[in-house]
């Protein structure tokens, strides 16, 4: 056992050494909904080696295929706090700088040469990497690309080193690359493919552009999939206005930053805040005082209620369904090939954000996750059972966690078996049958036009 002195920290969370510390070091879970605790957890900040479950079956499973839904890294927000200054955060990529990665130096020489990518539309004209002294709204920061560096390298560990899913002569026919058309989602995305690919070729890079954050392609016209999203709103707010230790909070920040009360929670506080925290930046000052780590813990507590709230009145559940049966359908499907014996694209990965992770969770029935943290990573893995060939598996990693027997579809065939993975069969008629029990219907079709009783 290493002991590790730590300087005192106060009850207002301040190390009484450096001002600019917001952040105590948390070592252990709280029993209870602790939003500190829970906000570090978001941040994400990468320091020690992460464990993770992902590549491990049975010595006579065979690992055919991985696809891999990220949520971008570390950004800067996308909101501003009015009548106050931006938070201070540099997003030029600087090796030198902590947090970094061995391979952040040679990923910023690879970024600069990208000429020969294949990139759809609007995504030839963004950045291929952060590089602004003072960050731009939702910017992604060092600490997202270091963030997914080390997701690349973790995975390349496993599926590469140990499982050789791509080879050193690997092609672009082998990978899928999606994603939204947000500088940040398409960074991370070159972040982790430069850590995990044995050789990051711009020539066998192509890129695809989704434009909708829910990844829905050519089905995106749902007429119930907004009805219920905008109930879900509706419980959102309701449960606001009735958080009285809310509404005191948000008063009081009001009258420091001197603007009207309304106009202060418009600009979504939390989403900067949060920024200023992940960062050890102290809140921000005016002449009328300062906003604190109380302000902070009453907001992000609420926000946390929300998330429990949300999981119990299923409105939004019904929404996901709704929201990731086009996603989940083109998963299935290319699993499906794969597993026929067609030489489909054997790594899959959609870089999006958390409102496209969030309800995938929440349909598969992974009702225990967190909400996405930067840099979260759900993975799903085909397997071949070497000893019946014909037959496959699919394994569902949540952050390293497997979270296969979490599933709405798997939960009951774990009690009866002793493999552990999901016959991909169970995923197939979950994505094309059982998604739309909930609705009284058959089809995607008829659920997203079928009014509830």
């Known amino acids: 056992v290493h002991l590790i002195p730590v300087n005192p920290i106060r009850e207002d969370g301040l190390n009484p050494k450096s001002r ?17 605790y829970e906000a570090h957890i978001y941040c994400n900040i990468p320091t020690i080696a992460e464990r993770s479950m992902e590549g491990n079956a049975p010595h006579y499973f065979k690992l055919v295929s991985v696809q891999v839904l990220i949520r971008h890294g570390d950004r800067y927000p996308l909101y501003a706090i009015p009548k106050t200054k931006r938070p201070d955060i540099d997003c030029m990529l600087l090796p030198s ?57 973790l995975l390349r560990e496993i599926y590469i080193n140990k499982h050789k899913l791509l080879l050193s002569d690997w092609t672009a026919k082998q990978l ?26 711009w020539k066998k890079i192509n890129m695809r552009h989704q434009w909708s954050t829910i990844f829905c392609s050519g089905s995106c016209d749902c007429p119930m999939r907004n009805h219920y999203l905008e109930e879900e709103q509706r419980r959102q707010y309701s449960l606001r206005v009735k958080n009285n230790d809310l509404e005191k909070i948000y008063v009081d920040m009001a009258k420091i930053v001197g603007t009207p009360t309304r106009q202060l929670r418009a600009s979504n506080p939390i989403d900067s805040l949060l920024c200023y925290f992940c960062h050890n930046v102290s809140f921000p000052c005016t002449r009328s005082g300062c906003i604190g780590m109380e302000h902070f813990k009453v907001i992000k507590r609420h926000q946390l209620e929300d998330e429990r709230e949300r999981q119990e009145k299923k409105l ?34 959609y870089s999006a954000h958390d409102v496209t992770l969030s309800p995938v969770l929440s349909a598969l029935g992974i009702t225990e996750a967190r909400f996405p943290r930067f840099a979260a990573r759900l993975v799903f893995e085909l397997w071949q059972d070497g000893k019946r060939p014909k037959e496959h598996f699919i394994r569902i990693l949540y952050n390293g966690a497997d979270v296969t027997f979490q599933t709405s579809f798997c939960k009951d065939y774990y009690k009866r078996s002793s493999k552990p993975m999901c016959p991909l069969e169970k995923f197939v008629n979950f994505a094309k049958r059982d998604m739309f029990l909930a609705f009284n219907s ?12």
């Open 97 to 153: 700088r902590k947090p970094s990665h061995p391979q952040l130096e040679a990923f910023i020489k690879h970024m600069s040469k990208g000429s020969a990518a294949q990139m759809d539309g609007s995504l030839s004209s963004l950045p291929r990497y952060p590089s602004h002294s003072l960050c731009e709204m939702g910017e992604l920061t060092q600490t997202g690309v270091v963030q997914h560096l080390r997701n690349g390298q």
């Open 20 to 36: 600019k510390r917001i952040m105590p070091d948390l070592l252990t879970e709280p029993p209870a909904i602790d939003p500190v």
């Open 316 to 349: 939004y559940f019904l929404y996901a369904l709704l929201a990731t049966h086009p996603l989940l359908n083109q998963t299935v499907n290319r699993l499906q090939r794969i597993a026929e014996g067609k030489k489909e694209e054997v790594f899959v990965l």
């Open 442 to 453: 058959t089809s995607y079709y008829d659920a997203c036009r079928r009014r509830p009783l």
């Open 176 to 201: 899928y690359l999606e994603t939204t058309g947000k500088s940040r989602t398409l960074q991370s995305a070159l972040a982790l493919l430069y850590a995990f690919l044995p050789d990051f070729d």
